[in-house]
T-cell receptor, first 113, second 115 residues
Framework: DVKVTQSSRYLVKRTGEKVFLECVQDMDHENMFWYRQDPGLGLRLIYFSYDVKMKEKGDIPEGYSVSREKKERFSLILESASTNQTSMYLC????????????FGSGTRLTVV | AQKVTQAQTEISVVEKEDVTLDCVYETRDTTYYLFWYKQPPSGELVFLIRRNSFDEQNEISGRYSWNFQKSTSSFNFTITASQVVDSAVYFCALSGYSGNTPLVFGKGTRLSVIA
């Protein structure tokens, strides 16, 4: 069964900490995405990557960075966590064709205190 | 620019009622794909259906059906005889001609089915 795996289901971090959210896919997909989901705001795209070492800013990249050193792994980094980054974070991967939808991970609920 | 609008933020129905979730999209592409995803309380988004812009046939899968109308740029989702397990957030999404770009999502509709 193909999968997108997010390393943590729940995470609690302190303000100012550097936080790493990891996402691994086993489908050999080119494209990977990070979203955050907040009530009433839907899914907001943070960053995406269409190839190893490539990254593109999404709609809300401020306060975040990403790393894609290997095709299967896409990491989201909160350089200095703040309380307004408390959210559900969703990783997804997608193959190259326009007909290909996303496969999502199960999400990481991050709380910054 | 591409856009997906799900005007219904929340819907509440009693079990066994039929319910339709609306999705309206905007795109200049002539080839595009539309998707529906379900997000149950557990949190993981699950793929439900994909439809391409050249196929306007309605689709039925059990209690689920989808009505795609290019003339009104709509791709609506109907659940017949709703059940409590249908309670979830449902997202409609659009893909343009390029596969290397993100899907464009609507903001989602939260459906609550009450026993």
């Amino acid at each position: 069964d193909v999968k997108v795996t997010q390393s943590s289901r729940y995470l609690v971090k302190r303000t100012g900490e550097k936080v790493f959210l990891e996402c691994v896919q086993d489908m050999d997909h080119e494209n990977m995405f990070w979203y955050r989901q907040d009530p009433g705001l839907g899914l907001r795209l943070i960053y995406f990557s269409y190839d190893v070492k490539m990254k593109e800013k999404g709609d809300i990249p401020e306060g975040y960075s990403v790393s894609r050193e290997k095709k299967e792994r896409f990491s989201l980094i909160l350089e200095s966590a703040s309380t307004n980054q408390t959210s559900m974070y969703l990783c997804a991967s997608r193959d190259q064709g326009p007909q290909d939808g996303y496969t999502f991970g199960s999400g990481t609920r991050l709380t910054v205190v | 620019a591409q856009k997906v609008t799900q005007a219904q933020t929340e819907i509440s129905v009693v079990e066994k009622e039929d319910v339709t979730l609306d999705c309206v999209y905007e795109t200049r592409d002539t080839t595009y794909y539309l998707f529906w995803y379900k997000q149950p309380p557990s949190g993981e988004l699950v793929f439900l259906i994909r439809r391409n812009s050249f196929d306007e046939q309605n689709e039925i899968s059990g209690r689920y059906s989808w009505n795609f109308q290019k003339s009104t740029s709509s791709f609506n989702f109907t659940i017949t005889a709703s059940q409590v397990v249908d309670s979830a957030v449902y997202f409609c999404a659009l893909s343009g001609y390029s596969g290397n770009t993100p899907l464009v999502f609507g903001k989602g509709t939260r459906l609550s089915v009450i026993a």
